[in-house]
């Protein structure tokens, strides 16, 4: 296999050795409390409910900062073969973290990957969510037991009177009117 030319070896260790620190100086600010600005509703590609941003860049800056004392090494003298497994092993468990943090983190590894100060955060918005989707499945429990017009009648009552959301009027005359009720 050819190996990359020269100016493209350069340039991903350019790249490398400035984002790595860069991402990695925000995620420990991040961990550590004091930079909590980037807390509040995730962003449209995350699947997470508030935003983790700060810790995902702590887990996608450490392999790279990791991949600068090594490249550092390498510059050094030490065999290249051993630099490259070590470099590997951090990227194999980081990047799988990140995107965890950034798509779905399991509760058991909350504990274990989120600060105390970020848990205390969200833990009564977790509660208010887990009161009202308990709320929402008594709710529909005792609206399953009800003959399908009875439920119907409910909900309508449930949403309050019938308001426009739709007009459209000519010279001050409604022609044709329609409510978010069916």
């Given at each position: 296999?050819?190996?990359?030319?020269?100016?493209?070896?350069i340039?991903?260790?350019?790249?490398?050795?400035?984002?790595?620190?860069?991402?990695?100086?925000?995620?420990?600010?991040?961990?550590?409390?004091?930079?909590?600005?980037?807390?509040?509703?995730?962003?449209?590609?995350?699947?997470?409910?508030?935003?983790?941003?700060?810790?995902?860049?702590?887990w996608?800056?450490?392999?790279?900062?990791?991949?600068?004392?090594?490249?550092?090494?390498?510059?050094?003298?030490?065999?290249?073969?051993?630099?490259?497994?070590?470099?590997?092993?951090?990227?194999?468990?980081?990047?799988?973290?990140?995107?965890?943090?950034?798509?779905?983190?399991?509760?058991?590894?909350?504990?274990?990957?989120?600060?105390?100060?970020?848990?205390?955060?969200?833990?009564?918005?977790?509660?208010?969510?887990?009161?009202?989707?308990?709320?929402?499945?008594?709710?529909?429990?005792?609206?399953?037991?009800?003959?399908?017009?009875?439920?119907?009648?409910?909900?309508?009552?449930?949403?309050?009177?019938?308001?426009?959301?739709?007009?459209?009027?000519?010279?001050?005359?409604?022609?044709?009117?329609?409510?978010?009720?069916?």
């Open positions: 296999m050819d190996s990359p030319p020269q100016i493209a070896l340039a991903f260790t350019a790249l490398v050795i400035c984002i790595g620190p860069a991402l990695l100086v925000p995620g420990v600010l991040a961990y550590s409390g004091r930079w909590t600005s980037w807390v509040g509703p995730s962003g449209p590609k995350s699947t997470a409910k508030h935003s983790r941003l700060g810790f995902m860049m702590f996608a800056g450490a392999p790279m900062t990791v991949m600068d004392v090594l490249l550092g090494l390498e510059a050094l003298g030490v065999d290249a073969s051993v630099t490259r497994d070590l470099g590997l092993a951090p990227f194999m468990l980081c990047v799988p973290i990140a995107m965890m943090h950034v798509f779905f983190l399991p509760k058991v590894l909350r504990p274990l990957l989120l600060p105390q100060w970020y848990r205390d955060w969200e833990d009564p918005i977790n509660e208010r969510d887990d009161r009202e989707a308990e709320v929402r499945r008594a709710r529909r429990k005792r609206l399953r037991k009800l003959p399908r017009a009875e439920r119907r009648r409910i909900r309508l009552q449930e949403k309050g009177p019938l308001e426009p959301w739709i007009v459209v009027e000519v010279d001050q005359k409604v022609i044709w009117e329609k409510t978010s009720h069916y």
